[in-house]
């Protein structure tokens, strides 16, 4: 087997069979349960060893400590930093304004959120990406969360053939999986690691459309904001460790409600919050602007400023304005 790895994989494996205190045959099973450095095993929980190797609960503790102790989590310098911002790749949009106010496309290892009012084009937007980064990135494969019902693989079709690539290649990098409510959407998420570990699948984009629709459905009312909250919380911290074990992308997409009490500037706040937004790394706006055209903006990024462009959307994707 070690035969057919690369040397990186190969090295990475040594780390697994060289954890202090877990044997050859345990060190064998977490590498064919697709465990494939050190990392993974330091932010599994103990449950999903005991799941996926068959092992005690002490022993799992054991394991993900050693893993832990062995790649010295906790502070790493700048240069360290800037040596795995290396490795962020971009997805783009389709559209060369729009990729540039992204600062070159969606960035992965993170969650981007796009909110704005019901047809302003962010489940399109879902679309384009999925499409380009297969396009940019043929080995690539797309997870969708759909809870809305709004995967359209024949917008799919449409926007490949905009891009003169085949369809079929693209629908096949597709993973759509419907989630029927907001446990359904977090057990979905969860499992996405094992996904990528059980096909060895190489994920570049993550898409939950809806983030928040589930949620506001399931809790109304003011007595029930705080759990909402806390779940919502969670899940954003699932698709984080996602986004950054896996470096891909997360595109998560976000209704708005009217503000009752905002006279001036715009009424619409998006859903979810400050857990929402505190969580998302890269927030845009967007709405429909002049002549059916559609403006993104973007208001909240770590290293971009604010600022915004506007676009067309075309049955063979995004066109400029
Ligand atoms: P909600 O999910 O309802 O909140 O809206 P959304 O923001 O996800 O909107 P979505 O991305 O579904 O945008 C729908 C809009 O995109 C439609 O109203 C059309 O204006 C446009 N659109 C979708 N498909 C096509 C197409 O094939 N051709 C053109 N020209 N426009 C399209
Ligand atoms: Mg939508």
Not at 108 to 125: A, L, R
């Amino acid at each position: 087997m070690a035969s057919q790895q690369n040397p990186k994989q190969e090295n990475n494996a040594k780390g697994i069979m060289n954890l202090p205190g877990v044997g050859a045959a345990t060190s064998e099973k977490l590498i064919e349960a697709g465990y494939e450095n050190l990392m993974s095993i330091a932010v599994a929980s103990p449950g999903e060893l005991i799941d996926s190797i068959g092992v005690g609960e002490g022993v799992a503790r054991k394991i993900i400590s050693a893993a832990r102790d062995a790649m010295e989590m906790g502070f790493e310098t700048g240069l360290d930093v800037l040596e795995k911002r290396k490795k962020v790749k971009k997805i783009s949009t389709g559209s060369k304004v729009f990729d540039e106010l992204m600062g070159g496309g969606f960035e992965t290892s993170c969650i981007t959120e796009c909110f704005g009012e019901y047809g302003s084009g962010k489940t399109q937007i879902a679309h384009f990406l999925a499409v380009n980064l297969i396009k940019s990135d043929p080995e690539s494969y797309v997870i969708f969360i759909d809870t809305e019902n709004t995967f359209r693989p024949e917008r799919i079709e449409q926007i490949s053939r905009g891009l003169k690539i085949n369809p079929e290649n693209v629908l096949k990098r597709i993973k759509v999986a419907r989630a029927y409510n907001s446990d359904h959407q977090i057990l979905l998420v969860d499992k996405i690691d094992d996904l990528i570990k059980k096909e060895k699948i190489k994920v570049g984009l993550l898409v939950v459309d809806s983030l928040t629709a589930h949620f506001r459905a399931e809790y109304v009312g003011r007595g029930t904001l705080a759990e909402r909250q806390q779940k919502l919380n969670r899940h954003m911290h699932d698709l984080l460790k996602v986004a950054d074990l896996h470096n891909l992308a997360v595109y998560v997409t976000n209704q708005v409600m009217a503000k009752p009490d905002v006279f001036f500037g715009d009424p619409t706040q998006a859903i979810g919050g400050h857990v929402v937004a505190h969580s998302s790394t890269f927030r845009i706006y967007l709405r429909k602007g002049k002549k059916g055209s559609r403006v993104a903006k973007l208001v909240d990024s770590p290293n971009l400023p604010e600022a915004e462009c506007g676009f067309y959307i075309d049955t063979e994707g995004i066109r400029e304005l």
